[in-house]
Structure formats: C-alpha cells, structure tokens
C-alpha cells in the first residue's frame, strides 16, 4: 500500500488525512474513495481542470503528463510546477504528499464556454 498524506483544506478536508491506497490507483479515485470529495468536472476524462492538485513530496514517482493534461495545467488556477490533474495521475509505490489548491476553476458551473 502506498500512502497519501492530504495537506489540510478548509473545505474538502480541514484537518488533512493520511490515506492507504494500492498502487495503479489515480489519485482523484483514492481521494474520493477515502471521502474527500475533490471536484471532478469532467468525470475524470481529462478534459477541465477541477481536480487540480500540487503533489508536494513524491512527484517524480508519477508517470509524465502527457500532451492533453499539459495544455488542461495551463488553465488551472494556481498552476505549480509540481501540479497535476488528480484524475490523470497514478499512484506507483512512492509515498505522496499532495495539496488540493483552495479554489478551482469550472467553466461549466460558471457558465463559460
């Protein structure tokens, strides 16, 4: 089992969590399972940006973004080198620190097109 420690968010998870997934998991899966409801617009499609999180320790455990989650990174709000979209990146064996950014941005709900 490999572990995600989930920096604290006032409103997905205000004391942080420390959570045990099984490796091959995408984290955006893992955070929903353990009750941190991060938004997924898209329902995991990688096509917005609403499960956008920074991975803090464990980063280069996760395989590349490809092309289609590098263009989608450009438009998060808070974009860090180390950020990702949590539907696209698969848990391997490293243990992970990540941060859910405190505001997103969901053209749909906000009636941009």
Known sequence: MT???VLPNAQLCPDGAVIEVEPGQTVCDAL???DIDIEHACEKSCACTTCHVIVREGFTSLA???ELEED???KAWGL???SR???QAVVA???LVVEIPRYTINMVSEGKK
């Open 93 to 95: 064996t490293t243990n």
């Open 72 to 74: 989608l990174l450009d």
């Open 3 to 5: 572990q995600i420690v």
């Open 64 to 66: 590349e973004a490809d």
């Open 32 to 34: 929903l399972a353990n």
């Open 85 to 87: 979209l949590s539907c």
């Open 80 to 82: 860090e080198p180390q």
